[in-house]
Structure formats: C-alpha cells, structure tokens
C-alpha cells in the first residue's frame, strides 16, 4: 500500500500576500466604520459605546476566521499564535496538521504544539516558577518572595495610560514590598529594553523577563498574550485572580481580601 502525502512542502507565496491583503483590508475598514459610528453618535455615547462593542467584536471574529483560513502561510499560522487563547485546541490540532511540511518545522508550529499540550495557568492553579532574568541580568530568584502575595503583569504598563500606572503606584505605596511583590514581565529580547522600561515608567517594580519575546515558556504556560494580563498570587503560591486589562479596583479588592484572610488565620493561630 502507498501512502501519499496530501500536504504540499512548501507554503504558497500568493496565499500569503492574498492575507496579507485581506487582514490589512478587515483593519482599514474597522477604522473606518469607528469613524463613522463617532461622527454618527457624537451626541449619544451610550449608542456610541454598544455600537462600539458590537464592532470590536465583529473585527475579532473575522480575524480569527482569516487567520483559520490562511494557517498555511506564515503569517497566518503566526496569527493563529496570537489568537491561541481564543480558538479551541483542537481546531489548531487540526490546523497542525493540515500544513505545509516547511511550516510544520516552523517556531511558530512549535509554539502552538506546546500550547496545545499545555495546561494554561487558570484561577485556582499554582504559579509557576518559570526560568527568567531581571534588570541586572540575574536570575529572579521566586522563593524570595515565597511569604507574599505578587501582583505580576504581563507587560501592558502603557497600555494601562495615566490614570492605570497612578492606581498601581498607589498599590506600591499601600503596601509594604515584604507583603506584596509587583513584578512586571515584559517581552523584550535584551536587557537593556528591559531596562528602558524600568526607566520609562517606575523603579519601584521588579522587572523581567525571559529575553525570548515571541513564543517564550512564560506566555505558553501562564495563557498570556494581550497586554497588559494581571494575575493574583496569594502567599500559598495560588493565583486567585487573573484579567486581561488592569482593573485596579478588582486588584485591590483582590488584594484586601487576601489581607483579612492572613490576619484571620494569625488570630486564630493565636488562640
């Protein structure tokens, strides 16, 4: 019996510059109709705001669509990456295996096979101690901050604007930096880019990184992608919150809770 491999070597160079096309073309038009939804509800942010919603997600929906319907190329399967959280594993099995064989020994590939056969850090799991280095070049050493809770942000500082990086200097300042770590991860390939955004925004945070930006152990294991991503971690190692975009008061709520609880429990150790 012959078997014959349905899959071509190599991925076709016009079916990438026909997404190309296609995935500028869906963002062209998503500008554009933002535009003519703020000019139509100038006087009616309420109308404006559902309008809004309901564009956004029309936009996300067609690019997960094309990027499905492209995965062949590399900038599709790349954007298949980007969107792994929000499409079902066994679609990107599948996606796997129908490509290209050149494609198939891609990093990117790699990436989503190890996204595939990973568990993603959720609520109620434990943290995990991956391998990474901060602004000196050190090893960050987790077990150091064993006793406390940690905020750790995945990257997101400027997309938080003013009024989010206020809120969290306010955390910093609220609570002693033996009680709470605020680390900061972000997606750089060298230190020095590590350092510029600790020279950017604010020293009091402890800032790392794996110097691996793309399809890095970190992103893969904790489910991350959208900046910036907030998880909780109590003292006991579990994550008892995670959001994509900063909620300062969903934190600090979070935060207070954990506070009472540990005050309990020293109370009632001392009965």
């Not at 500008?31 to 003519?36: D, H, K, L, P, V």
């Not at 705001?49 to 997960?64: C, G, P, T, W």
């Amino acid at each position: 019996m012959v078997f014959v491999q349905c899959a071509p070597k190599f991925h076709s160079a016009e079916r990438e510059q026909e997404y190309i096309k296609a995935d500028s073309t869906l963002w062209v038009e998503y500008e554009a109709e933002g535009e003519r939804l703020a000019e139509l509800y100038a006087e009616n942010e309420d109308s404006l705001y559902i309008m809004a919603v309901e564009l956004e997600a029309s936009a996300d929906r067609k690019n997960k669509e094309l990027a499905i319907e492209y995965s062949a190329t590399p900038s599709g399967l790349r954007r298949c990456f980007m969107l792994r959280l929000d499409i079902e594993k066994d679609t990107l099995q599948d996606i796997l295996s129908d490509l290209p064989r050149d494609l198939r020994k891609s990093q990117c590939a790699d990436a989503i096979k190890a996204h595939i056969v990973t568990e993603q850090i959720e609520v109620g799991m434990k943290f995990v101690s991956i391998d990474v280095v901060d602004t000196d070049g050190d090893k960050f050493a987790w077990s150091e901050h064993r006793n406390k809770n940690i905020l750790l942000i995945y990257g997101g500082l400027g997309c938080m604007g003013r009024f989010g990086r206020r809120e969290l200097a306010a955390l910093r300042e609220e609570y002693a930096e033996d009680s709470l770590a605020i680390v900061i991860y972000y997606p750089v390939s060298t230190i020095d880019e590590l350092k510029e955004f600790r020279n950017q925004y604010s020293a009091d945070y402890i800032y790392i990184s794996e110097l691996m930006p793309d399809y890095s152990p970190f992103k893969i294991k904790y489910g991350v992608q959208s900046t910036p991503t907030c998880l909780v971690i109590d003292r006991s190692g579990s994550v008892v919150l995670k959001t994509v975009g900063f909620d300062a008061e969903q934190v600090k709520e979070k935060l207070l809770n954990l506070v009472r609880k540990s005050t309990t429990e020293r109370l009632r150790r001392n009965i």
